[in-house]
């Protein structure tokens, strides 16, 4: 069985959404997947509600601030990063021991926008891919040599937006 790289990127809403939405499909006909999520906030409604679809599908979150990476004050920036770390050696220990048939690296790019990993980091991990595995990587921009390792990539941009507390009204 060949595993893929996919990623989606850009500055549109949806990319956690399209690979939650992939996760779900490969969860309902068996496999199992492992969604980290990098650079958000420690709780939400969303993470929630994920978590009922244990033990199918788990989503893990490292970091224990109460706001995204970029509203924390540089000295929580610098406490995030020790829990950014953390996440990353948990993703390799996935990648090494292939726990799962699908790992999502969410917002996994946007590490290399704060310059909290390099390009070669990433690389890395992403060499560390089993034959087998599928994986998903999100993120705002997408790196030439990301580019270049990737089997699919979808550029999710908005051309008419609507603000989302808008969309959830009744």
Known sequence: MYGSIQ???GNGRGKTTASL???IRAAG????VIMVQFLKEKHSYTLDFLKRLEPELKVFRFEKAASNYEMLSPQEQEEQKVNIINALNYTKKVMDTG???LLILDNILSLIDYKIIDIEELMKILEMKRPSMNLIITGRT???QVAGKADCIYKIQTEKEQPFDKILER
Do not use: F, H, T
């Not at 006909?29 to 199992?32: C, F, R, S, T, W």
């Open 21 to 23: 939405g992939l996760g």
């Open 7 to 9: 990623v989606y990127y």
């Open 29 to 32: 006909i068996g496999k199992k």
């Open 99 to 101: 726990q799962c048939d």
């Open 142 to 144: 997408l790196p030439d």
